[in-house]
């Protein structure tokens, strides 16, 4: 018989929005990765390439932004509130995007 090592590693869980992997944690899901994704998108749209089609990024930052408006840390929210958290999510992802040479 073989023995078998378990690990006290907690497992993590998460949720599909809008095509987006958001991490639970404690039970509370981090709606903030879909505002990353936007911004992701949108560097996307820095580095058009004759491919990629401006309507159908704008489509989905669209369907991503309506998906965190709806989400339980969107929802009922001041729009000033989550101008806010675009902007925090604009200073997380930036940096990242510059040190992996995304952008310039």
Known sequence: MSKMKFSNHPAKQSRIVEGVCVPICDGIGDYDELLREV????LRMNNLNPDIHWDDLDERIRRLIDAYIASPEGEGMDACILMARLAVC???VIPMAVRKGLIP
């Open 39 to 42: 911004i992701r998108v949108a």
């Open 90 to 92: 604009v200073a997380d």
